[in-house]
């Protein structure tokens, strides 16, 4: 019982050191600056940020006055 | 060290349709193999369902006996649809946001046919009464290597996708799709290893297969759901997520903390204090990621609630990311012993975990289906109605059967407490509300069929298809469209 | 940029890793140190199965009867699982020492079974039971398990290979299509024994507390 009361806590303060230690060297590797830019990723020329990609089959604006049939 | 403009430039640069279109066979197998087992898996619940409240509906058949349908409605629920569902979105959101074509596609397909056999040979197994008798984990051995291969390749394509990226940035989604990649194999692992290989047994064995239970959820289906949810929301309405300080906090938080909450499954067991106290606490502690994952999404939607009504991703979508906010709360008020001492052996658990999984991580699923299966194949979905059908069906039906059971079980959890209650009033007391759980069940099966529909018809060859997609919002991206693929074409010959 | 991929990958293979040891290596440590107790008889508690009760183990695992019984006693003062008369005290990790797989089970639409053996002793009550539940329990919705009996119309010859001692008679009001004995298949038998041997009411020292 003992020896896991020591294991329990040698192995809590590993961990915690090293998570400690993780999140200093994310902060030094620059994981925390530009952000926002991270946040853009998803977006590109042909997809930019505010244009809507997703709409009900057949009503989209565009697709009303086209009306193009392949 | 400016990670926005950093490219590496030994990988080529490809397209999104090029993406999309190197993705179609991989993924739509797997996807297709989800609705399948989810209308087994939702066929097998009605099943049981009906038995609970009607004993004798299809009574006397050994194979279909309660005690072998219902871990089959667990199995196929949770491997055949969940683990498809969640693979198939895990290689295209992958590809998408690495720019990077799926490699192996061939291995996949086969993969996503072997674990396909896999299920199918297990529930069998269970059916025929070889379960291993751990819940959660009753698929019998000789099923798991066809579930655990393909799986390992998804792993492999993944890190090759991961380390062999264009892109410099690892957006959120990537995050919870890499630690998936990680966590799930291990858990399998560990958990088949300490229960059905019997490196532990007793009450060890019983807390092996609860962090495990617990954890199938909430280190596999739910960073996938996350992922989903974090990727739809800001691309189907144009805008970057709300903070993505917040979302760092959210992804280190979940990791750290969903991982130590299984034990509360066991509360009030022949458990060590210590461990049903860590599981509350790792409960508790979910709070944090909960919240700053709820700020995310719906600070991201404020404002944009209008697209709501034009764009089924986004139902679907929106609607998962709520649930998963509500469910998330639920859970972690539902693991403090106080709320244990009534609702721990009842009917609520069952309702919370149907809220999770079909109110928070099903409807994130079909959202990346609604949102990728026409870029995917280059059809447009067939019906507007038929999705209109199975998002209503989907929410209506949920709400019925969480609503109903959480209710019923917090009644019947009081009852079992007051030993004057007669343990067969207390039966007698939950069988109406077991029949409304069947009705939700049913209303559920029925957007199920309708999205089997409208999915048959856009797999099918493109010669066939119904209107012209509309995800190409504007005339220059029609046109770029036809341009790439006459230029695709031309590469084939 | 390698270097934040790995970090990543390694960041959250450490969060794993803490609660495969934290939640399934420790406990198994603490339990591992746990034996069986001499009772007064010089026999042990708790003993592990064997025979007819281990066979009976099986076929209540196969046909997944944990999926409505748990196999638990709660603490007094945390539910009423001892005032419900399921057990006499709470049960501890030692109750379980020989379980593979366990089965303590998380629901509890039908009554715990932990001490079902000391609470319901009869061989007749049980086979009556898992026959068709409606006959000892009303208003019970337990499936009927009428694949482990052989139903015997009156005065059919008993199966080959059986005894007249494990025919089981169904009370004249519930006989329906002439069937008016029952005969347990092997199976049927296995089951009975194991349920009337599951009984955890052994005073073990920890549980007193």
């Known amino acids: 019982m003992f020896y896991v009361f020591v294991f329990i806590w040698a192995f809590a303060i590993v961990a915690g050191i090293t998570m400690v230690w993780l999140l200093a060297w994310a902060i030094r590797q620059g994981e925390f600056k530009n952000l926002r830019a991270g946040a853009r990723s998803i977006f590109d020329e042909n997809e930019p940020e505010g244009k809507v990609t997703d709409y009900f089959p057949g009503e989209a604006p565009l697709m009303r006055q086209l009306e193009v049939r392949r | 060290m400016s990670a926005a403009v950093e490219t590496n430039p030994q990988v080529e640069v490809v397209s999104r349709i090029e993406v999309d279109r190197s993705a179609e066979g991989a993924v739509t197998i797997y996807w297709a193999s989800a609705l399948f087992w989810l209308t087994i898996a939702t066929i097998a619940g009605l099943i049981s369902s009906a038995k609970l409240h009607s004993p004798d509906f299809l009574g006397n058949i050994e194979w279909l006996t309660f005690g072998r349908i219902r871990p089959v409605h667990w199995d196929t629920a949770i491997y055949g649809f969940g683990g498809t569902a969640a693979s198939g979105t895990l290689l295209w959101l992958q590809a998408r946001l690495c720019q990077t074509r799926i490699p192996f596609p061939a291995l996949l397909i086969a993969g996503g046919v072997i674990f396909n056999v896999g299920i199918l040979l297990g529930s069998i197994g269970v059916l025929m009464g070889q379960s291993t008798g751990v819940e959660t984990l009753e698929l019998p051995l000789y099923a798991m290597p066809l579930l655990v291969i393909p799986y390992v390749f998804i792993v492999i394509a993944n890190f090759k996708m991961y380390f062999t990226r264009k892109t410099s940035h690892t957006y959120v989604s990537q995050w919870y799709l890499m630690a998936v990649t990680v966590w799930f194999p291990i858990l399998v692992l560990s958990a088949e290893a300490c229960t059905n290989l019997g490196a532990v047994d007793g009450v060890a064995q019983a807390i092996a297969n609860w962090w495990y239970g617990h954890n199938v959820v909430g280190l596999f289906a739910t960073p996938t759901g996350i992922a989903a949810a974090y990727y739809l929301i800001p691309k189907v309405i144009g805008k970057p997520i709300h903070s993505y300080h917040l979302s760092l906090l959210g992804f280190w938080s979940n990791a750290i903390f969903y991982n130590w909450a299984g034990t509360h499954h066991l509360t009030g067991g022949p458990l060590p204090a210590w461990t049903i106290t860590i599981g509350v606490v790792g409960s508790l502690m979910m709070f944090i990621p909960v919240i700053t994952i709820g700020i995310n999404h719906h600070m991201t939607m404020l404002g944009s609630f209008h697209h709501l009504k034009t764009s089924p991703t986004l139902r679907f979508a929106v609607m998962g990311s709520m649930i998963y906010t509500l469910s998330s709360f639920q859970g972690s008020l539902e693991s403090l012993r106080s709320h244990q001492e009534i609702t721990h052996f009842t009917h609520y658990t069952i309702g919370h975990v149907h809220f999770g999984m079909y109110g928070f991580f099903a409807p994130l699923m079909f959202a990346m289906m609604y949102y990728a299966m026409p870029r995917l194949t280059g059809n447009e979905w067939s019906s507007a109605r038929l999705i209109r059908i199975h998002f209503w069906c989907t929410l209506i039906g949920m709400l019925v059967y969480a609503i109903s059971m959480c209710y019923a079980g917090i009644r019947q959890g009081m009852m079992m407490n007051d030993p004057t209650a007669p343990f067969l009033d207390i039966v007698r007391f939950t069988v109406p509300f077991l029949w409304i759980r069947t009705l939700g069940g049913l209303i559920l099966f029925a957007g199920t069929i309708a999205f089997l529909i409208n999915f048959w018809r856009i797999v099918q060859p493109h010669r066939l298809r119904f209107v012209t997609p509309t995800l190409m919002t504007t005339e220059r991206d029609y046109n770029m469209l036809l341009n790439k693929e006459k230029e695709l074409e031309q590469n084939d010959k | ?209």
């Open chain 3, 1 to 209: 940029m390698t270097s934040r991929k790995i970090g990543l990958t390694l960041g959250v293979f450490l969060t794993i890793t803490a609660s495969v040891t934290g939640l399934v290596i420790v406990p198994n440590w603490q339990f591992r140190e746990l034996q069986p107790v001499k009772k007064a008889d010089g026999s042990q508690y708790p003993m592990p199965l064997f025979g007819e009760q281990a066979k009976g183990r099986e076929v209540y695992i196969d046909q997944g009867c944990i999926y409505c019984h748990s196999q638990q006693i709660r603490m007094k003062g945390y539910g009423a699982d001892i005032r419900r008369n399921w057990g006499t005290r709470r049960s501890v990790p030692r109750d379980y020492i020989h379980e593979k797989p366990h089965q303590l089970g998380t629901m509890r639409t039908g009554p715990d079974l932990a001490s079902i053996g000391s609470r319901q002793p009869s061989t007749v009550w049980h086979a009556l039971h898992l026959y068709d539940p409606q006959i000892t329990s009303p208003g019970s919705i337990m499936p009927r398990f009428q694949y482990l009996y052989t139903e015997l119309r009156d005065g059919e010859a008993l199966p080959p290979g059986t005894f007249e001692a494990d025919v089981v008679k169904i009370p004249p009001q519930f006989q329906k299509n002439g069937v008016t004995r029952l005969m347990p298949t092997d199976r049927g038998k296995a089951l009975v024994e194991y349920l009337k041997g599951l009984n955890k009411t052994f005073p073990l020292p920890e549980a007193a507390q």
